[in-house]
């Protein structure tokens, strides 16, 4: 079983930066990929991000392709979400998520576990 933990949520005006943790518990964080996703009361939830155990393969979704950067740390039990530039589309309930695969998966079906959310409000 393993828990996440979101944090570094907030409100930010268009241009700005914001970095999300995700602190997740148990000893085998590194054997997991990790994900972001992100979801809107008109949307499903979508996939942001993913990174894979030993950090040597990244993933993004279009829509944030060269705005937003994943990395992890595994000796912290932390995955992380830098997210530059953001604009009021950007404004969501972010989640992190865990998947026991070896190889980078976007589908949230994909996933194991799943963090609580963490709110992201962009204004214009």
């Known amino acids: 079983q393993v828990q996440l933990v979101e944090s570094g949520g907030g409100l930010v005006q268009t241009g700005g930066s914001l970095r999300l943790s995700c602190t997740a518990s148990?000893?085998?964080?590194?054997?997991?990929?990790m994900g972001w996703f992100r979801q809107t009361p008109a949307k499903e939830r979508e996939f942001v991000a993913a990174?894979?155990?030993?950090?040597?393969?990244?993933y993004y979704a279009v829509s944030i392709k060269g705005r937003f950067t994943i990395s992890r740390d595994n000796a912290k039990n932390t995955v992380y979400l830098q997210m530059n530039s953001l604009k009021p589309e950007d404004t969501a309930v972010y989640y992190c998520a865990a998947a026991s695969r070896r190889w980078i998966v976007a589908g949230r079906n994909e996933y194991d576990y799943w963090g609580q959310g963490t709110q992201v409000t962009v204004s214009s």
């Open positions: 990174i894979t155990g030993n950090s040597g393969t990244t």
């Open positions: 148990g000893r085998t964080f590194s054997s997991y990929v």
